[in-house]
């Protein structure tokens, strides 16, 4: 893969003057064309130490419009980013629709240096590149460009380039004791990367390696591809859409998971008071224990309007320490969030090690409330499935327990709810006509609801159906339940 960027391109000085004028103007043409487009554009900067990624970054920092350009070097990881997964550190600086990102050193770093120095093993670096697959297939698919460029160099002018460097007093601070021991690691690198590379360079995300021994050469080649890039997706997203089929069948009256539910269970106000004191004590204990032990913890609440959801987050947060937790209620996404992949924002609200969030509702939004309003279009709400299982095993594979419980009530016991809300003078914030309408597609929600329930319940982030025609049952069975695994996960 390597071969061609070492045939020795040169462009004279006459050349690239002459085509950089033009290009500056055309990038910062279709940078302001960008702005108004409804999809980001994220640049990946890698390759060998010497070849001029920080020249390239400064330069595209110096043709186009800084205001709507915003780089990202990633170093070692802070302290932070260590008690998180790693994809995190990526997800919160992505940049949003109509902008550009630059990423020097990106989610490739870490695998390939770790496989060079022998800490990780040949099936962990595929892994990871799997695992990197998903990822850019998950940006793209929401519409993301992505641009990724490897800044190759042959061994010898390799050592050429940062001989001459440190020769230079001006230039000899670029030069350090990393750079020259990744030097005597050269052909293993080389090895290395060509094999991510080779697995990574996708239909959806290419990769283009740029010979880096000529700067002038390397600039206008990366220009030229910024622009060609950038023209051929605004083209293709002012293109008409063609909205395909629809195989579903629409089933007025589902029978789904959720029937089979006994909702005629409760409990006596006694049996309530005993019991919640009793499980409330007991996760008190349990989430301390799972503090000590660094791990966290994250709650999803979905399901009906009026089911009882902030009554049993309170019941639950009342046995932690509040510094300890954060509650999230989600609403319908801010303009910023908009202008990102629909789970930008909940990647920002993972927790710390140690620490507890609590999501009222959650990035199920997109197979919930997006699909049924028609938000989002089937293609997106059914790849949605994938592409939540992918986040949550990431959430699974850095050590954090995620319980996720759907609170079910039958359409009677809503309407009751409703109307006992219409009639409480402190309750009437909680009650709005579109809680009414919603009703109307109680059908539709369902059998989302079902298919949501099938499709991401998995053994490492299951689903719990809680019966909560009587609030007092429920809130002891979701307490007991989040008691229950948080022991079990003890064991492992």
């Given at each position: 893969?390597?071969?061609?960027?070492?045939?020795?391109?040169?462009?004279?000085?006459?050349e690239y003057d002459a085509q950089e004028s033009i290009l500056r103007i055309q990038l910062l043409e279709i940078q302001e064309d960008l702005k108004q487009a409804p999809f980001p554009v994220i640049i990946l900067i890698g390759g060998v130490d010497g070849a001029g990624k920080g020249e390239s970054v400064n330069l595209l920092h110096e043709w186009m419009d800084p205001?709507?350009?915003?780089?990202?070097?990633?170093?070692?990881?802070?302290?932070?980013?260590?008690?998180?997964?790693?994809?995190?550190?990526?997800?919160?600086?992505?940049?949003?629709?109509?902008?550009?990102?630059?990423?020097?050193?990106?989610?490739?770093?870490?695998?390939?240096?770790?496989?060079?120095?022998?800490?990780?093993?040949?099936?962990?670096?595929?892994?990871?590149?799997?695992?990197?697959?998903?990822?850019?297939?998950?940006?793209?698919?929401?519409?993301?460009?992505?641009?990724?460029?490897?800044?190759?160099?042959?061994?010898?002018?390799?050592?050429?380039?940062?001989?001459?460097?440190?020769?230079?007093?001006?230039?000899?601070?670029?030069?350090?004791?990393?750079?020259?021991?990744?030097?005597?690691?050269?052909?293993?690198?080389?090895?290395?990367?060509?094999?991510?590379?080779?697995?990574?360079?996708?239909?959806?995300?290419?990769?283009?390696?740029?010979?880096?021994?000529?700067?002038?050469?390397?600039?206008?080649?990366?220009?030229?591809?910024?622009?060609?890039?950038?023209?051929?997706?605004?083209?293709?997203?002012?293109?008409?859409?063609?909205?395909?089929?629809?195989?579903?069948?629409?089933?007025?009256?589902?029978?789904?998971?959720?029937?089979?539910?006994?909702?005629?269970?409760?409990?006596?106000?006694?049996?309530?008071?005993?019991?919640?004191?009793?499980?409330?004590?007991?996760?008190?204990?349990?989430?301390?224990?799972?503090?000590?032990?660094?791990?966290?913890?994250?709650?999803?609440?979905?399901?009906?309007?009026?089911?009882?959801?902030?009554?049993?987050?309170?019941?639950?947060?009342?046995?932690?320490?509040?510094?300890?937790?954060?509650?999230?209620?989600?609403?319908?996404?801010?303009?910023?969030?908009?202008?990102?992949?629909?789970?930008?924002?909940?990647?920002?609200?993972?927790?710390?090690?140690?620490?507890?969030?609590?999501?009222?509702?959650?990035?199920?939004?997109?197979?919930?409330?997006?699909?049924?309003?028609?938000?989002?279009?089937?293609?997106?709400?059914?790849?949605?499935?994938?592409?939540?299982?992918?986040?949550?095993?990431?959430?699974?594979?850095?050590?954090?327990?995620?319980?996720?419980?759907?609170?079910?009530?039958?359409?009677?016991?809503?309407?009751?709810?409703?109307?006992?809300?219409?009639?409480?003078?402190?309750?009437?914030?909680?009650?709005?006509?579109?809680?009414?309408?919603?009703?109307?597609?109680?059908?539709?929600?369902?059998?989302?609801?079902?298919?949501?329930?099938?499709?991401?319940?998995?053994?490492?982030?299951?689903w719990y159906t809680i019966e909560a025609n009587d609030k007092k049952f429920a809130r002891i069975k979701v307490v007991k339940t989040l008691c229950d695994r948080l022991k079990a996960s003890f064991k492992k």
């Amino acid at each position: 893969m390597f071969e061609s960027a070492e045939i020795g391109h040169k462009l004279s000085k006459e050349e690239y003057d002459a085509q950089e004028s033009i290009l500056r103007i055309q990038l910062l043409e279709i940078q302001e064309d960008l702005k108004q487009a409804p999809f980001p554009v994220i640049i990946l900067i890698g390759g060998v130490d010497g070849a001029g990624k920080g020249e390239s970054v400064n330069l595209l920092h110096e043709w186009m419009d800084p205001h709507y350009l915003q780089t990202h070097a990633f170093g070692a990881m802070s302290d932070e980013e260590r008690e998180r997964p790693e994809a995190w550190r990526f997800w919160r600086v992505l940049p949003p629709k109509g902008r550009i990102g630059i990423f020097f050193g990106s989610w490739y770093t870490r695998p390939i240096v770790d496989r060079v120095y022998g800490k990780t093993r040949n099936i962990d670096l595929d892994l990871d590149l799997v695992r990197i697959n998903a990822f850019e297939k998950t940006l793209v698919d929401e519409g993301a460009l992505i641009i990724k460029f490897w800044f190759h160099l042959s061994k010898e002018t390799q050592a050429l380039r940062l001989n001459s460097l440190t020769k230079d007093p001006k230039t000899r601070w670029r030069v350090t004791d990393t750079d020259w021991q990744h030097f005597k690691l050269y052909d293993k690198f080389r090895r290395i990367s060509e094999r991510a590379l080779r697995t990574t360079s996708t239909g959806e995300a290419p990769w283009l390696v740029i010979e880096g021994a000529d700067k002038r050469y390397r600039s206008i080649t990366m220009g030229n591809y910024i622009l060609n890039s950038i023209s051929k997706r605004l083209a293709a997203s002012n293109a008409p859409s063609v909205t395909p089929p629809n195989p579903f069948i629409k089933i007025e009256n589902p029978y789904t998971i959720l029937d089979t539910l006994n909702l005629s269970q409760s409990l006596t106000e006694e049996d309530y008071k005993q019991q919640l004191e009793k499980y409330q004590g007991r996760l008190n204990l349990l989430y301390r224990q799972a503090k000590e032990l660094g791990r966290s913890v994250i709650l999803v609440f979905e399901g009906w309007d009026a089911a009882g959801k902030g009554g049993i987050i309170r019941r639950v947060t009342s046995a932690l320490d509040a510094r300890d937790y954060q509650v999230i209620p989600i609403a319908a996404p801010s303009d910023e969030e908009r202008s990102h992949h629909y789970l930008w924002r909940f990647w920002r609200y993972l927790p710390r090690v140690g620490r507890v969030t609590i999501f009222d509702r959650s990035w199920y939004g997109r197979v919930l409330v997006e699909r049924v309003e028609g938000f989002a279009s089937e293609s997106a709400w059914m790849r949605a499935y994938t592409e939540i299982v992918n986040f949550e095993q990431q959430l699974h594979d850095h050590g954090t327990l995620v319980l996720k419980f759907w609170i079910h009530i039958d359409p009677e016991e809503q309407l009751r709810r409703f109307q006992l809300r219409q009639a409480t003078p402190y309750k009437h914030f909680k009650i709005t006509a579109e809680d009414f309408r919603n009703r109307e597609k109680w059908n539709e929600y369902e059998l989302a609801a079902n298919d949501m329930l099938e499709r991401t319940g998995t053994e490492f982030a299951p689903w719990y159906t809680i019966e909560a025609n009587d609030k007092k049952f429920a809130r002891i069975k979701v307490v007991k339940t989040l008691c229950d695994r948080l022991k079990a996960s003890f064991k492992k």
